[in-house]
């Protein structure tokens, strides 16, 4: 399923609009990860860790968006936006969404052929 943050996709014209589909994931910051974090980030560098949970967490986002696409029938998902939001008692947790418009394509004419 081809997933855009573009409204239009060339070579694509859209037939119909089926709605908005979102694929949110709560991701947690466990203690262990935090301390490493931290020490990255006393030290300099980059925190692995949470490049890490960031990186899984969209794309199991991207993933949930998807299915709920794909049960609509659609063929794509345009305009996606992704939101990152802390959440939880003390900012322990980490909201991922990914949101767009599900979509189905007209059918070529040589696809009719």
Do not use: P
């Not at 089926?18 to 203690?31: H, K, S, Y």
């Amino acid at each position: 399923m081809l997933v855009s943050t573009t409204h239009t996709l060339e070579g694509h014209d859209v037939d119909e609009y089926l709605g908005i589909v979102t694929g949110e994931v709560i991701a947690g910051a466990n203690f262990v990860r935090d301390i490493f974090a931290s020490f990255t980030d006393i030290v300099g560098g980059r925190s692995k860790k949470y490049e890490n949970v960031l990186k899984r967490g969209r794309e199991e986002a991207i993933e949930e968006m998807q299915y709920a696409a794909i049960k609509m029938g659609a063929d794509a998902v345009i305009g996606v936006d992704l939101d990152y939001e802390v959440v939880g008692k003390g900012g322990s947790m980490l909201m991922i969404s990914a949101t767009g418009t599900a979509v189905k394509f007209k059918q070529s004419v040589q696809a009719v052929r």
